[in-house]
């Protein structure tokens, strides 16, 4: 049985991973505070963007257990830790236009345009990460690529 995070998205689904399942390792969490979290990442991130585009918004990254975190070379301090941060993208959509419209209309605590290096030929190049806070949302745009880390979302 699933449990539903919002009318789109699905504890299994925040939880899937693709490392995870490789390496064996056990990413499904039933903590309530983490499972709370994940529930106002979707409904005010994940659910708002799936609505607004009309099309499936896929997870790459949602939860992250501390064992896979460390599998991925995730930071420390990353809030996919906490159930607070996703990354995602949806198939055929310019994932910099995807930055942009939730910046532009969602509130959020941190949004990262990753690895967009080569738009130009490729719309669904590299994510964008995006997390959210029950209160004290920062509303950081930061890019990272190749060249590094920068503010704001550039391509």
Known sequence: MSYK????????????SITANQKKINNYTTDNNIVSKLKLLCE???QPVREHYGKPVVINSGYRCSA??????GAKTSQHLTGEAADFEIMGLNNYELACWIKDNLDFDQLILEFCDNLKNDKNAGWVHCSYKAYGNRHQCLTINKKGTRNGLII
């Open 44 to 46: 005010h991130i994940l």
């Open 5 to 16: 995070l919002s009318n789109n998205f699905s504890l299994e689904e925040m939880c899937y």
């Open 68 to 73: 896979l975190n460390k599998a991925v070379g």
